[in-house]
């Protein structure tokens, strides 16, 4: 089956921008322009080069889309319609941005069939996309041109190109040379504010050129040059921008070309003049038959080459691999190594920093965990996020098992997000602690897409010590806990950090946040590690003795250790104290309640020490609960100076029990 003609393109693109006028409209929200603006070069990508069978929306060997512009989101609903997804039907495109549609305000992951990845916060999307190009060229490396051979293809606004994030990006992906990554800009020069000469006069071919790209210039209303412009660049050997000159609202009479048909309505008036200036002779969500015929016609070729693919995948002598790769489970292998390295930390009882303990971890399991794709934000030698067996991938080989990612903590977190969405790698990257502000909206993103993508984060408290209050996190623990459906760990020893591993691992829905100490922490379970007592959040580290607990010292990280010797002060004094460990605050908050009373002893008081603020650990103790952490900022000394100087101290815990028994 061939691809279109080309003179049947406007006529396609024209279905696109009817329908985001008709859906915008009925909705009386949303954004029509792009989508007008930007249609003929849509049409032209799926039309004549994307690999996509919308019969499986899933297929391994597919191009991926990333509508990076995520606010016109009705371009790629209108296409998923017109090419036949199932599921997003007429009815949905008539419901868009409705409570329950399949149609949001912005695209969603997992809800929308045919959405890559969630877009909307700009930057985001085409900094993703970096790190869907980079799986495909690392399962390549691994599994051949037979079985993964895609392009990656973004369709990015001006305000993409704006965001900081975007020159992470761009800089990464160009010096891997990541050549099946393919930019379509909306160059159309407008934003919500007006023209983008307001704020913005960045030669951006030239910023991506610096930064190792190939680029290209055509009009992107004219079919004939975006056709030779995609063909041209997926011969590149190295990424692409294609800078589209569009106008915002093409075919809208009076709002073409400006900022009033950006993030508006365009009105009944100028939707009438637009079908009239396009010759859209067709009522609203109404859609000519030989117009689906047309968009349908890239469905039947990708058709074709899944089923070509199918067919190599079925005589290929990697097959089982590659569907375990795919499928995203932990060979087991790698499971039984981390076992015996939980039996030998259980034996040696080693006094580690955790994030040694996290290194050692990684060691153990690198070998039989080719999915595990590791990297860090040129910290890596304070991170300890590379095993001794993992290569560096390259721009001229990607067969290894860690990425330098250079300072750019923001760009590393979208584009893990963007291999965990590729599939076949299990992503990690590490960074200090306190830099988690600078991924911070993609971690947000991992979580709302719920996605496995573990970052490593070290120097977890003022115990980092000299470095001082700017390297310093206080309030991070609590911002990342505030994050729906992450799950931030922070282990007391070794055998914790193993087992904050195991629970990030083996979780299929949502991100883990290892926050991990600079400081060396003493090995304090004395159970043989045969059960994984991190699992649920908290357990009883140290019953109380002589009685029925009297106070609850609950303490995470490095502060543990400051609790069992409190616990051992306060039994000289007759108190009965028992010891928590709550190496994860959100996961002990989902057991049910029965189990959270058994670990708190329901109407008994609590201590909670951590070297952080208070924030959020009110659900747990209660106003009236204790607290031995921080107030304000640290300050820059020797970690056990700092220690005293805050209060932070096994005496204070004990001042603070005292009070309440």
């Given at each position: 089956m061939t691809a279109p003609d080309l003179d049947r393109i406007r006529p396609m693109a024209n279905a696109v921008r009817a329908?985001?006028?008709?859906?915008?409209?009925?909705?009386?929200?949303?954004?029509?322009?792009?989508?007008?603006?930007?249609?003929?070069?849509?049409?032209?990508?799926?039309?004549?080069?994307?690999?996509?069978?919308?019969?499986?929306?899933?297929?391994?060997?597919?191009?991926?889309?990333?509508?990076?512009?995520?606010?016109?989101?009705?371009?790629?609903?209108?296409?998923?319609?017109?090419?036949?997804?199932?599921?997003?039907?007429?009815?949905?495109?008539?419901?868009?941005?409705?409570?329950?549609?399949?149609?949001?305000?912005?695209?969603?992951?997992?809800h929308t069939p045919g959405v890559e990845t969630t877009t909307g916060p700009l930057g985001q999307g085409i900094s993703t996309a970096v790190g869907m190009a980079l799986?495909?060229?690392?399962?390549?490396?691994?599994?051949?041109?037979?079985?993964?051979?895609?392009?990656?293809?973004?369709?990015?606004?001006?305000?993409?190109?704006?965001?900081?994030?975007?020159?992470?990006?761009?800089s990464l992906a160009g010096h891997l040379k990541l050549n099946r990554l393919i930019v379509l800009w909306d160059?159309?020069?407008?934003?919500?504010?007006?023209?983008?000469?307001?704020?913005?006069?960045?030669?951006?071919?030239?910023?991506?050129?610096?930064?190792?790209?190939?680029?290209?210039?055509?009009?992107?209303?004219?079919?004939?040059?975006?056709?030779?412009?995609?063909?041209?660049?997926?011969?590149?050997?190295?990424?692409?921008?294609?800078?589209?000159?569009?106008?915002?609202?093409?075919?809208?009479?009076?709002?073409?070309?400006?900022?009033?048909?950006?993030?508006?309505?365009?009105?009944?008036?100028?939707i009438e003049g637009a079908r009239k200036a396009l010759g859209w002779e067709h009522g609203p969500f109404e859609v000519p038959d030989d117009i689906y015929a047309d968009w349908q016609e890239m469905a039947e070729r990708s058709a074709a080459a899944r089923k070509a693919w199918n067919e190599r995948l079925a005589a290929s002598s990697v097959r089982e691999a590659f569907m375990a790769r795919m499928a995203g489970g932990v060979p087991k292998a790698a499971q039984d190594a981390l076992n015996a390295h939980i039996a030998k930390v259980v034996e040696d009882k080693p006094k580690l920093a955790t994030r040694a303990a996290s290194g050692k971890v990684l060691e153990a399991i690198a070998a039989d965990y080719p999915a595990l794709i590791g990297g860090s934000a040129d910290l890596t030698g304070s991170n300890l996020t590379k095993a001794s067996l993992q290569a560096i991938i390259r721009s001229d080989d990607f067969s290894g098992g860690y990425i330098h990612y250079g300072v750019r903590e923001h760009g590393m977190a979208a584009a893990m997000n963007g291999m965990s969405l590729h599939g076949g790698?299990?992503?990690?990257?590490?960074?200090?602690?306190?830099?988690?502000?600078?991924?911070?909206?993609?971690?947000?993103?991992?979580?709302?897409?719920n996605q496995r993508v573990i970052y490593v984060l070290t120097h977890d408290s003022i115990g980092l010590g000299e470095d001082g209050p700017t390297h310093q996190p206080v309030e991070h623990l609590s911002a990342l806990r505030a994050i729906p459906g992450a799950e931030t760990w922070r282990p007391c020893?070794?055998?914790?950090?193993?087992?904050?591993?195991?629970?990030?691992?083996?979780?299929?829905?949502?991100?883990?946040?290892?926050?991990?100490?600079?400081?060396g922490v003493p090995h304090l379970r004395e159970d043989d590690g045969s059960q994984n007592l991190s699992a649920r959040g908290a357990y009883v580290l140290r019953?109380?003795?002589?009685?029925?607990?009297?106070?609850?010292?609950?303490?995470?990280?490095?502060?543990?250790?400051?609790?069992?010797?409190?616990?051992?002060?306060?039994?000289?004094?007759?108190?009965?104290?028992?010891?928590?460990?709550?190496?994860?605050?959100?996961?002990?908050?989902?057991?049910?309640?029965?189990?959270?009373?058994?670990?708190?002893?329901?109407?008994?008081p609590c201590v909670a020490v951590e070297a952080a603020i208070r924030w959020g650990w009110d659900a747990i103790i209660g106003r009236d609960g204790g607290f031995v952490g921080m107030t304000g900022f640290?300050?820059?000394?020797?970690?056990?100076?700092l220690y005293e100087h805050f209060g932070i101290t096994a005496e204070r815990v004990v001042e603070e029990a005292l009070k309440r028994v």
């Amino acid at each position: 089956m061939t691809a279109p003609d080309l003179d049947r393109i406007r006529p396609m693109a024209n279905a696109v921008r009817a329908l985001a006028m008709d859906a915008v409209e009925k909705a009386k929200s949303g954004h029509p322009g792009m989508p007008m603006g930007m249609a003929d070069a849509a049409a032209v990508l799926w039309a004549k080069h994307m690999k996509f069978d919308p019969a499986d929306p899933q297929w391994p060997d597919r191009d991926r889309f990333v509508l990076s512009a995520g606010h016109g989101s009705m371009l790629i609903y209108s296409i998923l319609h017109l090419i036949g997804v199932e599921g997003v039907t007429m009815d949905e495109l008539k419901n868009f941005r409705q409570l329950g549609s399949k149609t949001p305000g912005h695209p969603e992951f997992g809800h929308t069939p045919g959405v890559e990845t969630t877009t909307g916060p700009l930057g985001q999307g085409i900094s993703t996309a970096v790190g869907m190009a980079l799986a495909e060229r690392i399962l390549n490396a691994h599994f051949g041109d037979a079985l993964v051979d895609h392009h990656t293809w973004v369709i990015a606004s001006d305000g993409d190109l704006q965001e900081g994030i975007s020159q992470e990006a761009i800089s990464l992906a160009g010096h891997l040379k990541l050549n099946r990554l393919i930019v379509l800009w909306d160059d159309n020069s407008i934003s919500i504010d007006g023209s983008t000469e307001l704020s913005d006069t960045v030669d951006h071919k030239r910023r991506f050129e610096a930064a190792g790209w190939e680029t290209l210039s055509v009009d992107g209303h004219d079919a004939a040059a975006v056709d030779a412009a995609l063909t041209r660049a997926k011969a590149s050997d190295r990424p692409v921008l294609i800078a589209c000159r569009t106008t915002i609202g093409f075919g809208a009479p009076k709002k073409a070309g400006t900022a009033g048909s950006h993030g508006s309505p365009l009105g009944a008036e100028e939707i009438e003049g637009a079908r009239k200036a396009l010759g859209w002779e067709h009522g609203p969500f109404e859609v000519p038959d030989d117009i689906y015929a047309d968009w349908q016609e890239m469905a039947e070729r990708s058709a074709a080459a899944r089923k070509a693919w199918n067919e190599r995948l079925a005589a290929s002598s990697v097959r089982e691999a590659f569907m375990a790769r795919m499928a995203g489970g932990v060979p087991k292998a790698a499971q039984d190594a981390l076992n015996a390295h939980i039996a030998k930390v259980v034996e040696d009882k080693p006094k580690l920093a955790t994030r040694a303990a996290s290194g050692k971890v990684l060691e153990a399991i690198a070998a039989d965990y080719p999915a595990l794709i590791g990297g860090s934000a040129d910290l890596t030698g304070s991170n300890l996020t590379k095993a001794s067996l993992q290569a560096i991938i390259r721009s001229d080989d990607f067969s290894g098992g860690y990425i330098h990612y250079g300072v750019r903590e923001h760009g590393m977190a979208a584009a893990m997000n963007g291999m965990s969405l590729h599939g076949g790698v299990t992503p990690y990257g590490g960074t200090f602690l306190i830099f988690s502000d600078y991924c911070r909206p993609a971690i947000r993103l991992s979580a709302l897409m719920n996605q496995r993508v573990i970052y490593v984060l070290t120097h977890d408290s003022i115990g980092l010590g000299e470095d001082g209050p700017t390297h310093q996190p206080v309030e991070h623990l609590s911002a990342l806990r505030a994050i729906p459906g992450a799950e931030t760990w922070r282990p007391c020893d070794a055998l914790e950090t193993a087992e904050s591993w195991a629970c990030a691992l083996e979780r299929n829905d949502g991100p883990a946040i290892l926050a991990l100490s600079r400081q060396g922490v003493p090995h304090l379970r004395e159970d043989d590690g045969s059960q994984n007592l991190s699992a649920r959040g908290a357990y009883v580290l140290r019953e109380a003795e002589g009685g029925a607990p009297q106070i609850v010292l609950i303490a995470t990280g490095t502060e543990v250790e400051l609790a069992v010797k409190a616990r051992d002060m306060l039994k000289e004094k007759g108190v009965a104290a028992r010891v928590v460990s709550m190496p994860c605050v959100e996961r002990f908050l989902k057991q049910d309640a029965v189990y959270r009373s058994s670990v708190l002893s329901e109407g008994v008081p609590c201590v909670a020490v951590e070297a952080a603020i208070r924030w959020g650990w009110d659900a747990i103790i209660g106003r009236d609960g204790g607290f031995v952490g921080m107030t304000g900022f640290g300050a820059s000394a020797p970690a056990e100076d700092l220690y005293e100087h805050f209060g932070i101290t096994a005496e204070r815990v004990v001042e603070e029990a005292l009070k309440r028994v």
